[in-house]
């Protein structure tokens, strides 16, 4: 219950202070001195409308109306730089358009309980359902409608989702209809990828071999190119036959420089010894031995290039015969255990 209200600065009101009595108040006054001042003070409180500044007086400082309860004091207060709320001496500010929920709550004012000057009778020029909605809000009973209204516009949403579910179960059921064999289908997709993941492995398998093919192939055209081992150890020995020769032709060389050596020296001997027309026989046994030695000197020359040539031909070999290891090596290394050709056991 309101015990009292103060005014200060609203429209005609400076400074008013009513004080209510409990039961009916009458608030009465010729034309034009403020009833309805009051009436729009309280209700400037209650609904915090009208907003701006229009209804301030111009007598200076705050607008402000202060209501006294049973429940506690009310003030609402509107000035320069100042707009707020203050419940039981608790400032509210940043109210914006709203009433504080505190305040409305110890107010307890509706659209019901206010009657306009202008207004028809209460209830009388009312429609039944609008009568109704005016009588359920006074006990409270328009939380039932709301509550009925929210739980009816959820059956229908349910409802109608129930219908959309409803189609689209059977739309699917029809798009699935085309795969109703699909374990089958499924356990031939498993049987393919069996048999594609066997084939990927014999792929894999030729792949293998043939690099190994292109290995061995590449390995023959290098023994290939190395020549005829047999025909390689043939020169070999003939290599070895002529410098045996070519030793044997040096030794006597050597033999033969030693003779040679041995004549001139008794040559030389014989001319300061005796007259030189005693000399003519042994000088051309002489003559003879040197036209000998020339012949062995020219046979020694032929033997010389011959050993050269078998020397050459042996560091060929020797050479021939250290590439053909490497090659074997290698080829003993990329041969697998088993001939990837015909399967058999390959001999180390």
């Known amino acids: 219950m309101i015990t009292s209200l103060q005014i200060s600065n609203f429209q005609s009101h400076k400074k008013t ?14 034309s034009d001195s403020g009833k309805s001042a009051i009436f729009r003070a309280l209700l400037w409180v209650a609904t915090n409308r009208p907003s701006g500044e229009s209804f301030r007086s111009n007598w200076g400082g705050d607008t402000e109306v202060e209501l006294k309860m049973d429940g506690g004091i009310v003030t609402r207060t509107r000035g320069k730089g100042v707009n707020q709320y203050v419940l039981n001496g608790q400032v509210m500010e940043g109210i914006g ?10 107010l307890d004012l509706r659209e019901v309980n206010i009657q306009h000057q202008l207004d028809s009778p209460f209830l009388l020029s009312e429609t039944a359902g609008e009568v109704a909605r005016q009588l359920n809000a006074i006990a409270n009973l328009d939380i039932i409608d709301t509550a009925t209204s929210n739980i009816a516009r959820e059956v229908r949403k349910h409802t109608d989702d129930e219908k959309t579910h409803a189609l689209e179960l059977f739309r699917i ?3 699935m209809k085309p795969f109703a064999d699909l374990s089958e289908q499924e356990a031939l997709l ?3 990828e069996k048999h594609t993941a066997v084939v990927e ?14 290995q061995i192939h590449f390995q023959q055209g290098e023994l290939t190119s190395v020549g ?14 002529c410098q045996g020769t070519y030793e044997k032709k040096r030794a ?16 030389r001997e014989l001319e300061t010894l005796a007259p030189r027309t005693k000399a003519e026989v042994p000088f051309k046994e002489l003559v003879l031995i040197i036209e000998s030695k020339d012949k062995l000197s020219v046979t020694y020359q032929r033997c010389k290039r011959l050993v050269d040539s078998c020397l050459a031909t042996q560091r060929e070999l020797t ?14 290394k990329l041969m697998p255990e088993r001939c990837p050709l015909c399967g058999q056991a390959v001999k180390r």
């Open 201 to 214: 492995q014999k792929r894999q398998a030729v792949i293998e071999l043939e690099e190994l093919i292109d």
């Open 319 to 332: 050479g021939a015969g250290l590439d053909l290891k490497t090659r074997e090596m290698e080829f003993q």
């Open 228 to 241: 005829d081992v047999a025909r390689m150890a043939k020169l070999l020995e003939e290599a070895d036959a």
């Open 97 to 106: 358009v709203d009433v504080p929920a505190e305040v409305a709550k110890l």
């Open 190 to 192: 498993s049987t393919i």
């Open 17 to 30: 202070h009513l004080d209510f009595l409990p039961g009916v108040n009458a608030i009465t006054g010729e």
């Open 252 to 267: 006597s060389r050597e033999n033969l420089n030693t003779v040679m050596v041995e004549i001139e020296n008794r040559t």
């Open 173 to 175: 059921g029809e798009e």
